[in-house]
């Protein structure tokens, strides 16, 4: 019988291990990245938007107000530093409006 391991461990110093040899932590991402812009943007915004997901650092969000979707654009890189800052790592580096 294989001896028991009687050490303890706090389960959040195990996830991070845990995702990674899993390879959960691109789905982690985009749960994380769709609740960021929903808490960053407002229900103002929220109720134009279609679908927000995560695809090589790029967020490609559907809108369904072309005014507000011009709107957006010019304020793209103030969004990506208010996303990042409430994602505590750099997540996204280029937004896609469509």
Do not use: C
């Not at 654009?73 to 409006?97: A, D, P, R």
């Amino acid at each position: 019988m294989a001896k028991r391991e009687n050490d303890t461990f706090k389960i959040k110093d195990l996830m991070p291990n845990m995702l990674k040899e899993n390879k959960l932590q691109k789905g982690i991402d985009q749960l994380d990245v769709k609740e960021v812009w929903a808490e960053v943007m407002g229900n103002g915004v929220m109720s134009y938007t279609d679908s927000v997901y995560l695809k090589n650092k790029t967020l490609i969000v559907k809108l369904s107000s072309s005014a507000l979707r011009e709107e957006l654009s010019y304020g793209k890189e103030k969004i990506i530093k208010m996303l990042n800052s409430s994602l505590k790592h750099v997540l996204i580096t280029k937004i896609k409006l469509v």
